[in-house]
């Protein structure tokens, strides 16, 4: 039976490594997924519009359609990761399918003629943002094992706290613990740490603060597996016009939607100076839910016949979300709590909290080369460093919050698409490419991917496939502090999408 304890108001203390930067960049990073042609050009459409999935980038965009219509897309994901930890090679997998982006335009021309205004757009589409399915495996020999971790918590807390009273349950504890001002996620760490035999006090006094490792090991043996699942989707709402023969303007609001799921594994096991084998387990579950909000507002232009330039405002995305985090620990040492037995993951930490991801900026332009064909090319700018937890006036919040400011920096992103048609055959192509978040470049690399597609215009209809492919190099750390040497992730996501679009 699971047990549950909310913390309503985000304690200070208890939100210390429960929320952090990792968060905020989950959620601040999109990865379009869109319709079939969106991702054939790698989603360089700025300046173009006429794509459902375009209004994420331009909401002056749903004006340049000449007709309504109806699209939907549905992408298979692969994904593969493949890990360097101290030499040692491991590889993973994970592979879904899912319908990605469904949305309509409805388009109204003008009555009068001699109206400046031709035209009035309102569009409506459902986009997944950010696919979290996900697996990677690390592992191998190393010299910093899980005691580090325990021990950099425990510092400074209090022994008494961490010992069972009369007739309480590790589970009770565990809660009550987290629930405490002046304790919270710090002292459940230690508390694990110290049930679990792999730490103990320097002094068995109440106030003891100061503990010491039980492991006894030259090298140890490690096993990371990490495991997500979810999406980040949005829903956009959209109204645009058309005034003149060549300006479009527009406006959308989006609305979020996060689901997220993560569950990280991880096993040591290593032979004392004694000849026993001693081995501990340690999982960490968290459950995300939440909602966003955000606005964008944009205008494309036609310069003449051939060149069309664009540029839009996305606003920063407010999001509430609510975590649900729980842990489990077993482990073989001698000297852990009789009363202690396998803590499993029933008892729930539930953290509510906000975060506000910064605004973008995106320029655009474009060469249309009449029926024949288009170049087009996106440069989007957005500030990392004003990411924020909220509420910031929290101190703990405050402190992580100029972390951020610190390690994160601007990043560009740049998008060159293009298209050449065949009579009723589209040949597409893009590539893309995405600074690092960090302003070291370290931690998360620079994405690179490409793309390519076909479409088929059957008059009514549009048929429409495309494959893009990613690569980025990512730092992982399987712990927030104890355990300081990464594995060096090598990621490669491959999306297959198929799109319908049918006007009417």
Request: aromatic share 12%; net charge positive.
């Given at each position: 039976?699971?047990?549950?304890?909310?913390?309503?108001?985000?304690l200070a203390c208890l939100i210390t490594s429960a929320q952090n930067i990792e968060d905020v960049l989950r959620y601040s990073r999109e990865n379009l997924q869109g319709t079939a042609r969106f991702q054939g050009m790698s989603g360089a459409f700025g300046s173009l519009g006429g794509d459902l999935s375009a209004l994420n980038i331009n909401p002056a965009g749903s004006a340049v359609f000449n007709n309504s219509l109806f699209?939907?897309?549905?992408?298979?994901?692969?994904?593969?990761?493949?890990?360097d930890y101290g030499g040692t090679f491991n590889s993973a997998n994970s592979n879904s399918l899912d319908v990605n982006q469904v949305g309509a335009a409805l388009v109204f021309k003008a009555t009068d003629n001699d109206s400046k205004?031709?035209?009035?757009?309102?569009?409506?589409n459902y986009d997944i943002v950010q696919n979290f399915d996900d697996q990677t495996i690390s592992g191998g020999s190393g010299n910093e094992g899980i005691d580090n971790y325990f021990l950099d918590f425990a510092d400074g807390i209090p022994l008494d706290p961490l010992k069972?009273?009369?007739?309480?349950?590790?589970?009770?504890a565990y809660?009550?613990?987290?629930?405490?001002?002046?304790l919270g996620f710090p002292a459940q760490q230690a508390f694990l740490g110290f049930q679990a035999g792999v730490i103990d006090p320097v002094a068995d006094e109440a106030d003891n603060t100061a503990y010491f490792s039980n492991a006894d090991y030259t090298t140890v043996n490690q096993d990371f597996r990490q495991t997500t699942a979810g999406y980040n989707s949005k829903f956009t709402?959209?109204?645009?016009?058309?005034?003149?023969?060549?300006?479009y303007f527009g406006a959308s609001l989006n609305f979020h939607t996060v689901l997220y799921d993560r569950v990280n594994q991880y096993r040591e096991d290593f032979t004392n100076a004694d000849a026993q084998q001693r081995t501990i387990s340690f999982d960490n579950l968290l459950h995300t839910e939440g909602t966003g909000f955000?606005?964008?507002?944009?205008g494309i232009a036609k310069l003449n016949d051939f060149i069309r330039v664009g540029g839009s405002y996305q606003s920063p995305t407010w999001y509430r979300l609510s975590d649900a985090f729980s842990q489990g620990i077993d482990s073989n040492y001698p000297n852990k709590d009789p009363n202690f037995n396998f803590f499993d993951l029933n008892d729930v930490n539930i953290f509510d909290y906000q975060i506000k991801t910064p605004?973008?900026?995106?320029g655009s332009i474009a060469a249309v080369f009449g029926k024949n064909g288009l170049l087009s090319f996106d440069y989007g700018y957005q500030d990392m460093s004003k990411a924020e937890l909220r509420p910031a006036s929290d101190t703990a919040f405050a402190n992580e919050n100029a972390f951020i400011s610190e390690a994160l920096g601007a990043v560009s992103t740049f998008r060159v698409g293009g298209e050449y048609r065949i009579k009723r055959i589209s040949l597409r192509g893009g590539y893309r490419y995405e600074q690092s978040p960090y302003a070291d470049g370290n931690i998360i690399g620079d994405l690179n991917g490409i793309s390519g597609g076909v479409g088929v215009n059957f008059g009514g209809s549009r048929l429409e496939i495309s494959v893009k492919r990613t690569e980025q190099d990512v730092l992982q750390y399987f712990f927030d502090t104890g355990i300081n040497t990464p594995a060096l992730l090598s990621q490669i996501n491959t999306n297959v999408t198929i799109g319908y679009t049918m006007n009417f």
């Open positions: 039976m699971k047990r549950y304890f909310t913390f309503i108001g985000l699209t939907m897309s549905g992408t298979y994901f692969s994904r593969i990761s493949d890990s205004w031709k035209k009035l757009s309102l569009g409506f069972l009273q009369q007739n309480e349950s590790v589970g009770e809660l009550d613990i987290g629930a405490t001002n002046g709402v959209n109204a645009a016009t058309q005034y003149g023969e060549n300006v955000s606005l964008s507002l944009g605004g973008k900026l995106i």
